[in-house]
């Protein structure tokens, strides 16, 4: 085979970028890019590599799911509701849509394939950079990547577990606010009531952090070494893909070239705002459905539907998957009957 020379590979990179637009043309499957070939005196690629604030990022996101995923809906006064929607409103809408896209990326880097694949092109440094480039200016552009199919199959399958982890908890709050009214006491009507409304908003504003071991095990993860980051094995997912997977892939991409401790142009890269949207709305029903409730039995509803329930939504459609991750985007989650918050009584 042909050595690819910086003069050839450059043509072929930029004709891919007329197939593969951001908006237009996402629908079209996108050209392969060019096998790259490593000539045998070269020396070794920079190492894979993911900006710390991108990790922090993760962890934030990681540990709000596995908080919500492990939300029990038993109940023995007032005090512990609302002590869990104190637990389930605590997290920032945009640094929530971030911290996927960022824990995607370190989904994606757990495919060898990907992984490999993306690294033929780090080598030279002259194409490592424009590549690098290209990703940045359009996230969909790595779609077209080798084994890009396999590694979005692996984002998506992911954070569609994690939806369904935060959707299951739901289901159980959203039922136990039927369950809790055998409780005299969940009848009663919360004290204060705006005050509890303005801690929601409070700490819906708050910045989330991972632990120190879990931040440690995702600096780790960015070599490829923890496959306990996918919740499901994931089949290959061809594109289009939603926003999110795309940053993902492009995030995961740069890291792959070495290219990913770029603090400014890896962060820009989980700026996503259809997901935050989604989230934003979510955060404004639960706030209505906070402002109308009265008994306790109330808040619990506006914990399992407003919290759980529309955020697990958020993430999946984020998520996207085979079949729907075409029109993921342009549909908008039910604002579901906030200022009707009031519940049959068994």
């Not at 060898?112 to 552009?141: E, H, I, Q, S």
């Not at 993902?248 to 935050?276: K, Q, V």
Request: neutral net charge; aromatic residues 4%; contains cysteine.
């Amino acid at each position: 085979m042909m050595s690819l020379h910086r003069s050839h590979l450059a043509p072929a990179l930029l004709g891919l970028m007329v197939a593969v637009t951001l908006a237009g043309c996402a629908a079209e499957k996108p050209q392969p890019i060019p096998v790259a070939v490593v000539p045998a005196a070269a020396p070794p690629p920079p190492p894979v590599a993911l900006a710390p604030a991108v990790i922090e990022a993760a962890g934030a996101y990681r540990a709000y799911v596995q908080r919500a995923a492990q939300m029990t809906p038993v109940f023995p006064d007032g005090a512990s509701v609302e002590r869990a929607l104190a637990e389930a409103a605590a997290y920032e809408t945009k640094q929530f849509s971030r911290g996927s896209i960022a824990y995607a990326a370190l989904v994606a880097l757990q495919s060898p394939n990907f992984v490999a694949g993306v690294r033929t092109y780090a080598v030279d440094p002259a194409t490592r950079r424009d590549l690098a480039a290209k990703l940045a200016a359009d996230p969909y552009y790595a779609q077209a990547l080798p084994s890009a199919a396999s590694a979005a199959g692996l984002i998506s399958a992911t954070l569609n577990g994690d939806a369904a982890k935060i959707r299951r908890a739901g289901e159980l709050m959203k039922q136990a606010a039927y369950d809790v009214q055998k409780q005299k006491w969940s009848m009663g009507a919360v004290p204060q009531p705006a005050s509890r409304l303005a801690q929601a908003k409070e700490l819906s504003n708050r910045q989330l952090t991972a632990a120190m071991e879990e931040s440690a095990k995702l600096r780790a993860s960015v070599s490829g070494s923890d496959p306990t980051l996918l919740a499901v094995s994931g089949e290959a997912m061809e594109p289009p893909y939603t926003m999110a997977v795309s940053r993902g892939l492009a995030l995961a991409a740069l890291a792959a070239l070495g290219e990913g401790e770029d603090e400014a142009r890896s962060l820009s890269l989980l700026e996503e705002g259809t997901s935050a949207s989604c989230l934003n709305l979510a955060k404004l029903n639960l706030y209505q459905c906070l402002s109308v409730a009265k008994p306790y039995y109330e808040d619990v509803f506006c914990i399992g539907q407003h919290i759980l329930l529309d955020t697990s939504q958020c993430v999946a459609k984020a998520a996207g998957s085979p079949k729907t991750s075409a029109i993921a985007e342009a549909e908008k989650p039910p604002i579901g009957g906030a200022a009707k918050v009031s519940i049959a009584k068994p």
